[in-house]
């Protein structure tokens, strides 16, 4: 099958049209905001612990370090966000939230 000039001339119009279409969908759906998870500590009877939420719903609430054969609470408010943030970096990745003992002592989280 042969394809006269200006008929090429037409496809490849329609081509780039659609290509830049296309590029411009997939940049602003890239651009969107995602939503995010929410941190807070929270002081709790021995210490500090943190919640992860999602449009105010709390999906995790960690009173005690977790993995540890001990029920205590982290020490310190810091030690608490760390390990929080960490388990949203995991939540973002898509792989699971659980926290092992090698996490805790590579955040130097005090047991």
């Given at each position: 099958m042969i394809i006269n000039a200006p008929n090429l001339k037409f496809f490849r119009k329609i081509f780039w049209k659609n290509l830049l279409f296309i590029l411009f969908f997939l940049q602003f759906t890239a651009c969107t905001e995602k939503e995010t998870l929410h941190v807070e500590s929270i002081k709790t009877a021995s210490g500090w612990g943190y919640t992860?939420?999602?449009?105010?719903?709390?999906?995790?609430?960690?009173?005690?370090?977790?993995?540890?054969?001990?029920?205590?609470?982290?020490?310190?408010?810091?030690?608490?966000?760390?390990?929080?943030?960490?388990?949203?970096?995991?939540?973002?990745?898509?792989?699971?939230?659980?926290?092992?003992?090698?996490?805790?002592?590579?955040?130097?989280?005090?047991?």
């Open positions: 992860i939420s999602h449009k105010d719903k709390i999906l995790i609430k960690q009173t005690i370090i977790p993995v540890i054969s001990e029920v205590k609470s982290f020490s310190s408010e810091e030690d608490a966000l760390k390990v929080a943030d960490l388990v949203v970096k995991k939540l973002n990745q898509n792989t699971s939230p659980s926290v092992t003992k090698n996490d805790l002592i590579l955040l130097k989280i005090k047991m």
